[in-house]
């Protein structure tokens, strides 16, 4: 069984278009992230999750929008995409806030083109 | 500030020479520290983590780590790699709600 999942693996799209990138976790867990691992193997979180309310949202363009139907999804969309988004972003998932493991998914490798 | 430093960023050696990785952190608070491996093309797996006690941890597929208060550090340590430990290490050490991450070090095994 797949405990963190993403869908679409990868994702080519052209500038200017909006798309998004969902995330599932099938663990109980509370708390979910997202982080954007850029060319150089960098991870930068971006946003977190507990519980459906926002606890972490980096410096990110507001482009960028994390919306949390549940507290097993956690989904990213992204707004007018620029070259510079091209990354794998990762989702990850944690038993609750102040947890120290965390379990990432697969990765959702975007191409902005 | 909280931060991550690991030593190398690329690391090539030959099948079964010993393996050290670096890493250093800054935080002031309780301690709680982690490797995780991503090997190509697949996701971040945890290695290994330290939250208290015996310092000298011991992680999957015959990778330990060494946490030493007093030098800030928490360097990963195999006796003898393989080919298939090529992948990327990173270290990282727990914030406040996240993880603190390192830039990375690219381990690549030559057969």
Known sequence: DTAVSQTPKYLVTQMGNDKSIKCEQNLGHD??????????????IMFSYNNKELIINETVPNRFSPKS????????????????????????????????????????????? | AQSVSQHNHHVILSEAASLELGCNYSYGGTVNLFWYVQ???????????????????????????????????????????????????????RGNYQLIWGAGTKLIIKP
């Open chain 1, 31 to 44: 708390t979910m992230y997202w982080y954007k691992q850029d060319s150089k193997k960098f991870l930068k």
């Open chain 1, 69 to 113: 139907p549940d507290k097993a999804h956690l989904n990213l969309h992204i707004n007018s995409l620029e070259l510079g988004d091209s990354a794998v972003y990762f989702c990850a998932s944690s038993q609750d806030w102040s947890s120290n493991e965390q379990f990432f998914g697969p990765g959702t490798r975007l191409t902005v083109l």
């Open chain 2, 39 to 93: 090997y190509p093309g697949q996701h971040l797996q945890l290695l290994l983590k330290y939250f208290s006690g015996d310092p000298l941890v011991k992680g999957i597929k015959g990778f330990e780590a060494e946490f030493i208060k007093s030098k800030f550090s928490f360097n990963l340590r195999k006796p003898s790699v393989q080919w298939s430990d090529t992948a990327e290490y990173f270290c990282a050490v």
